[in-house]
C-alpha cells in the first residue's frame, strides 16, 4: 500500500522560508521521480517541482530560484525547501507519486503566506 505523509506546513509571513517533509512506504522511493503538487481554492492542482531518481529536477516557473526540491534515498523522503515566500504560495501542498500506472498524493500540508 503507498503511503505519502507530508509535513512542515505553517504559517509564515512574506518573504519567510518552510522547509516541507514527505515521508513514503509501500514503493520503492529510490527509483521513482517524486513531485510537489500545489492546491488553492478554486484553482486546479498544479506541479510545483519534481526530481526523477538521478536528481534531475524541474519546477514551476513561479518558484524557479526560491524553492528546491531534494530527497534522500536512504530514509525514503522527499523535500521542499521554500525561500521568500509570497502571498501567492498559500495552497495545500501535496507529494506525488506515479506508481503502476497510477497517481497518488498524501492529504498535504498547509501553507500560509500573510502578513
Known amino acids: 500500500q503507498v503511503r505519502l505523509v507530508e509535513s512542515g506546513g505553517g504559517l509564515v509571513q512574506p518573504g519567510g522560508s518552510l522547509r516541507l517533509s514527505c515521508t513514503t512506504a509501500?514503493?520503492?522511493?529510490?527509483?521513482?521521480?517524486m513531485n510537489w503538487f500545489r492546491q488553492s481554492p478554486g484553482k486546479e492542482r498544479e506541479l510545483v517541482a519534481g526530481?526523477?531518481?538521478?536528481?534531475?529536477?524541474n519546477y514551476l516557473d513561479s518558484v524557479k530560484g526560491r524553492f528546491t526540491i531534494s530527497r534522500d534515498n536512504v530514509r525514503a523522503t522527499l523535500y521542499l525547501q521554500m525561500n521568500n515566500l509570497r502571498p501567492e504560495d498559500t495552497a495545500v501542498y501535496l507529494c506525488?507519486?506515479?506508481?503502476?500506472?497510477?497517481?497518488?498524493w498524501g492529504r498535504g500540508t498547509q501553507v500560509t503566506v500573510s502578513s
Open positions: 506525488g507519486v506515479r506508481w503502476k500506472g497510477d497517481m497518488y
Open positions: 509501500g514503493i520503492n522511493f529510490r527509483i521513482h521521480t
Open positions: 526530481i526523477t531518481s538521478e536528481h534531475i529536477t
